[in-house]
């Protein structure tokens, strides 16, 4: 089998020495365990805040040891009755081929529910789960809001706008990193109205497309996009804090937002939120969205990259904005 090791921690940007591909005997599942053959895994920017040694909801990933992450595979030998060979599973041992685990950490899902099983990695799995609890649940979205989102060619933001539709929307705004994104937002994912953010400054472009104020702001990449929706934001306007990738791989502090203060006079509701402690969406989530999906009213472009060996190319992509949709490995058939 083989896996790819934190090799060294990146400072700024990682780079291809960050990472080591490895080679090793496949294991063997002992009592209740299961050997699972990874077909997709995923790369998330979280893992990026992984790589540091800092304090945060999850552990840091250890130098020298494997990364981890989102993975769905097919059991290929089985010391559980309750997942037999054959069985389809996410589970959380990605950056491998082949992860040996115990049963009771893998999840059995139907490989024929989904339109291909990486929907397990992203529409349907957490990204899509981040959307549906964010939007929903922690920006308290209501028919007839006006809701921006950034990021929003990306893995949960294409979700997030489609969701904001779906339930009614009066309009939705996205920003991305470049023309075919701006065009993928309004003529594929049905946005009202998109706009490149390295065209001109945030604040400027969300003004135009908004003219009436936004009433929700899905924040995906923090700095001048939040600064730029605070400004716009009506009264009692609500914030899901989801990330801040703008700053995911600076060394130094953001200036922006400087205009914090005005979420005082607008009464404005800001709340963060981490995905994981919302797990009991997961029902609702995928009876709904899982819906949506079936009845082609969602649609989840996807950008698959092949083997293992250009995972650590394919995460540095997806910090480069190289991916539509969610970022998948496909690592094998
Ligand atoms: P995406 O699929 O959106 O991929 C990342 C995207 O970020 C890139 O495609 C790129 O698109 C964009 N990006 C990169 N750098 C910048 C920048 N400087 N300014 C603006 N955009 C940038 O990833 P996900 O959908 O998986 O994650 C989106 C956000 O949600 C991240 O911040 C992530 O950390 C967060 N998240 C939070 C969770 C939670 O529980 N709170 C759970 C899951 C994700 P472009 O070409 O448009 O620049």
Redesign the pocket.
């Known amino acids: 089998m083989q896996e790819i090791r934190l090799a060294s921690r990146p400072s700024g940007w990682p780079t291809a020495d960050n990472f080591a591909l490895v080679e090793l005997p496949t294991p063997a599942p002992g009592p209740g365990q299961v050997l699972v053959r990874n077909q997709f895994m995923s790369v998330?920017?979280?893992m990026?805040?992984r790589m540091n040694d800092a304090e945060s909801y999850v552990a840091p990933f250890e130098v020298g040891k494997a990364l981890d992450g989102a993975a769905v595979g097919e059991v290929v030998a089985s010391n559980a009755e309750n997942v037999p060979v054959g069985a389809t599973v996410t589970h959380g041992l990605g950056w491998r081929d082949f992860a040996v685990l115990d049963a009771r950490h893998v999840r059995v899902v139907d490989p024929v529910a989904a339109p291909t099983l990486s929907a397990y990695l992203g529409v349907l799995g957490?990204?899509g789960?981040?959307?549906y609890?964010?939007l929903l649940d922690i920006a308290q979205f209501r028919e007839g809001d006006v809701v921006f989102v950034?990021?929003?060619?990306?893995?949960?933001?294409?979700v997030v706008g489609q969701i904001a539709k779906l339930r009614g929307a009066k309009r939705v705004i996205g920003?991305?990193?470049?023309a075919e994104?701006v065009r993928h937002l309004v003529d594929d994912l049905g946005f009202d109205a998109a706009f490149?953010?390295?065209d001109a400054a945030v604040r400027h472009q969300l003004r135009d497309t908004a003219p009436d104020g936004i009433d929700v702001y899905f924040?995906?990449?923090?700095?001048?996009?939040l600064e730029a929706a605070i400004k716009s934001l009506n009264k009692y306007g609500r914030v899901a804090?989801?990330?801040?990738?703008?700053?995911?791989?600076e060394t130094s502090a953001p200036a922006a937002p400087r205009n914090l203060a005005l979420a005082i006079g607008k009464e404005l509701n800001l709340r963060?939120?981490?995905?994981?402690?919302?797990r009991d969406r997961m029902p609702d989530f995928v009876a709904e969205v899982g819906a949506w999906l079936r009845a082609g009213k969602i649609v989840a472009p996807e950008t698959v990259v092949e083997g293992l060996a250009n995972a650590p190319e394919a995460f540095l992509g997806?910090?480069?904005?190289?991916?539509?949709?969610?970022?998948v490995i496909k690592v094998a058939g």
Do not use: W
């Open positions: 998330d920017p979280y990026r805040g957490m990204t789960l981040t959307a609890v964010g950034s990021g929003a060619a990306g893995a949960v933001g294409s920003s991305a990193g470049s994104k490149n953010y390295k924040d995906n990449v923090g700095g001048d996009h804090l989801c990330g801040a990738i703008s700053q995911y791989n963060g939120f981490i995905v994981g402690n919302h997806l910090m480069r904005g190289e991916n539509t949709g969610k970022m």
